[in-house]
């Protein structure tokens, strides 16, 4: 059996009995099969991960729950999981599904299936996919509650620390995309938006609603596509960060370079995972710091 096989196989086992039998996650330390732990304790921690061309995000907050926002495609499987366990990670207290492209919903029958999972949220929209169908199989098998996405609604809140939906505004779209949900996290005095893959008409229903989508962070739709990051959304946000998630040398040409040089009126810190690998932003409420 291959290395890599191996090790995969040796996480699932440890983290079902972790799972099963209630142990400390601390418990999974013994399997640390790298260096690469990142998580800072009592801070937040947004980690912007690898996954080649696809989306995935993991946040632990202050209070240590943890939250995912998408999975990456299928063949990220193994860097997902890889970081999950480097970094002690057992439960995902909140499960995003943005939209159903298999580009971002791809390890997440996998993640369903072996990690405990608390609430989970998708936008109100079907896809006849392979892979979201195995997604919905895995939530019914454990019984869980999928939450609708939807503009105004909130995941939590913890005092300083809230996060909340600021689209899908409407309930039908012509384009897939725009049904992403995309969310607003806010701890203290530092804010971050995750755009999935909304593309301009989403972006114009946020501005519509004339909330204050000012962050210190953006996510950048679609992969740094030309059909997203239109002026005046950017000019709203005016983020002092953008994180661009996509794969090296893709067929799509992403990031676009008209989206690139839109960035750069706006923000004075762009990063691509193409570029970078895996981007790690922490803040302690205050200030932002890139690991």
Do not use: W
Request: proline fraction near 3%.
């Amino acid at each position: 059996m291959k290395k890599s096989k191996l090790k995969k196989l040796i996480l699932l086992i440890a983290l079902a009995i972790v799972v099963l039998y209630d142990i400390p996650k601390e418990s999974l330390d013994i399997f640390n099969f790298g260096d690469t732990k990142v998580i800072e304790d009592g801070k937040l921690n947004v980690c912007y991960l690898d996954v080649g061309q696809g989306d995935c995000s993991v946040i632990v907050l202050p209070n240590g729950k943890t939250m995912m926002i998408d999975g990456g495609d299928i063949n990220s499987e193994s860097t997902v999981l890889d970081f999950l366990i480097d970094n002690g990670i057992n439960k995902i207290d909140y499960l995003i599904a943005t939209h159903p492209h298999s580009d971002h919903i791809g390890t997440l029958p996998e993640i369903i299936n072996n990690f405990d999972i608390g609430e989970i949220y998708m936008p109100r929209v079907m896809h006849t996919s392979t892979i979201f169908e195995s997604m919905i199989d895995s939530i019914n098998t454990k019984s869980l509650k999928i939450n609708t996405a939807q503009y105004g609604k909130r995941i939590f809140n913890d005092g300083n620390l809230f996060a909340e939906f600021i689209a899908p505004v409407s309930e039908k779209y012509e384009e897939l995309n725009n049904y992403s949900a995309v969310i607003h996290l806010v701890y203290d005095k530092n804010s971050f938006i995750f755009a999935g893959d909304m593309e301009k008409l989403s972006e114009y229903e946020v501005l519509d609603k004339q909330a204050n989508i000012n962050s210190d962070v953006l996510k950048v739709a679609h992969h740094g596509s030309s059909t997203s990051s239109s002026e005046e959304f950017l000019k709203a946000v005016s983020p002092e960060y953008a994180v661009i998630s996509c794969g090296a040398d893709n067929d799509y040409g992403h990031p676009s370079n008209k989206i690139l040089k839109r960035l750069e009126k706006y923000c004075n810190n762009i990063y691509r995972t193409d570029k970078s690998g895996t981007i790690v932003l922490i803040s302690d409420g205050k200030s932002i710091e890139l690991k």
